[in-house]
T-cell receptor, first 108, second 114 residues
Framework: AQRVTQPEKLLSVFKGAPVELKCNYSYSGSPELFWYVQYSRQRLQLLLRHISRESIKGFTADLNKGETSFHLKKPFAQEEDSAMYYCALSSNFNKFYFGSGTKLNVKP | EPEVTQTPSHQVTQMGQEVILRCVPISNHLYFYWYRQILGQKVEFLVSFYNNEISEKSEIFDDQFSVERPDGSNFTLKIRSTKLEDSAMYFC????????????FGEGSRLTVL
């Protein structure tokens, strides 16, 4: 069965510290992986997708097919990174599976 | 910048009542979705819609649910006879043709069933 697991409900770090938000998935085929973010009082929006292999707002995510993981990383967290982060996967774009989300709190 | 808009932002209804949630997707988008999020839980897929028909639906999307694109701009989700467990935030999303996979979400409609 398809599943996206984000083991941490809440992650608190200090400004300037590295951050890693974990995402593991189970899927029988070759899915595409995404990170979506929801800032306070804003709508859910795409942060990045693995296929584009780009860095957005200093965040990167590497797809590790062996470990079935797609962890989101940033070397130096900023206060404005505080938000809810959702990992998601899809194979055909008709259906996206989301994780339960990790709330990132960056303390000053 | 074009956005997906949803109405109402919050609706309170009695159990057993019908509810219609409305969405206006971005105008050049062709794929439409409804998701829901029960408080504290994950964002769950309900249904996807393309070319005036359902592409895929989840097991949650039973006979009590239906979707419609009545006039070429609105995309509605109807719940025929609401249950307490239908209380959730309902998100509409849309995307363009092609392989970007980027979903554009509305702000959500919070449904409270009493």
């Amino acid at each position: 069965a398809q599943r996206v697991t984000q083991p941490e409900k809440l992650l608190s770090v200090f400004k300037g510290a590295p951050v890693e938000l974990k995402c593991n998935y189970s899927y029988s085929g070759s899915p595409e992986l995404f990170w979506y973010v929801q800032y306070s009082r804003q709508r859910l929006q795409l942060l990045l997708r693995h296929i584009s292999r780009e860095s957005i707002k200093g965040f990167t995510a590497d797809l590790n097919k062996g470990e079935t993981s797609f962890h989101l990383k940033k070397p130096f967290a900023q206060e404005e990174d505080s938000a809810m982060y959702y990992c998601a996967l899809s194979s055909n774009f008709n259906k996206f599976y989301f994780g339960s989300g990790t709330k990132l709190n960056v303390k000053p | 910048e074009p956005e997906v808009t949803q109405t109402p932002s919050h609706q309170v209804t009695q159990m057993g009542q019908e509810v219609i949630l409305r969405c206006v997707p971005i105008s050049n988008h062709l794929y439409f979705y409804w998701y829901r999020q029960i408080l504290g839980q994950k964002v769950e897929f309900l249904v996807s819609f393309y070319n005036n028909e359902i592409s895929e639906k989840s097991e949650i999307f039973d006979d009590q649910f239906s979707v419609e694109r009545p006039d070429g701009s609105n995309f509605t989700l109807k719940i025929r006879s609401t249950k307490l467990e239908d209380s959730a935030m309902y998100f509409c999303a849309s995307r363009v043709e092609g392989n970007t996979g980027e979903l554009f979400f509305g702000e959500g409609s919070r449904l409270t069933v009493l």
